[in-house]
T-cell receptor, first 111, second 115 residues
């Protein structure tokens, strides 16, 4: 089945540093999504990407959809303690919201 | 507007017992999805309801899992009998429609531990 390879698995960074994480796949996706999960909560959508090559920002977050539709990255600038959580990439092949997720990147921020 | 709610938030059961998870989607959302995250791995799709009908149940692991959505409102996911490998966090999500720009809203999850 489809699989998204997400890296890194975890990161422990100093507050104020920039963060970068990415996902790759052997499959082509119509939509690429980045979610964040806080402890005890469900995933919350951060950024949605719909067009190949699209670069989208949401505050300190920037994400890009790869030209081949098989990869994406998420950057967080000037990290703050509330950025702590698990970040998931997800792809949607059929606009039916049957999402394929990566394994997640655990982000820890040291104040 | 209330979000997607799931009950219980945690459940610890013994192998061989039965557990029923419940999901209340956002009011008016026809599409309801169940996902599961096992042991720190990826979140995996289980099944998709459109109203009361099962649109896609290709992700259901085996016949010990039974999902229902009678009346097209809330949904239940029953595991009977539970096995150790069923432990994980079960998420429910809902969307109003399908298509581009449709955001899936997730519940907080039910953490199931089978001992």
């Amino acid at each position: 089945g489809q699989q998204l390879n997400q890296s890194p698995q975890s990161m422990f960074i100093q507050e104020g540093e920039d963060v970068s994480m990415n996902c790759t796949s052997s499959s082509i996706f119509n939509t690429w999504l980045w979610y964040k999960q806080d402890p005890g909560e469900g995933p919350v959508l951060l950024i949605a990407l719909y067009k190949a090559g699209e670069l989208t920002s949401n505050g300190r977050l920037t994400a890009q959809f790869g030209i081949t539709r098989k990869d994406s990255f998420l950057n967080i600038s000037a990290s703050i303690p509330s950025d702590v959580g698990i970040y998931f990439c997800a792809g949607d092949m059929e606009y039916g919201n049957k999402l394929v997720f990566g394994a997640g990147t655990i982000l820890r921020v040291k104040s | 507007e209330a979000g997607v709610t799931q009950f219980p938030s945690h459940s610890v059961i013994e192998k061989g017992q039965t557990v029923t998870l419940r999901c209340d989607p956002i009011s008016g959302h026809d599409n309801l999805y169940w996902y599961r995250r096992v042991m720190g791995k990826e979140i995996k799709f289980l099944l998709h309801f459109v109203k009361e009908s099962k649109q896609d149940e290709s992700g259901m692991p085996n016949n010990r899992f039974l999902a229902e959505r009678t009346g097209g409102t809330y949904s239940t996911l029953k595991v009977q009998p539970a096995e150790l490998e069923d432990s994980g966090v079960y998420f429910c999500a809902s969307t109003r429609t399908l298509g581009v720009n449709t955001e899936a809203f997730f519940g907080q999850g039910t953490r199931l531990t089978v001992v």
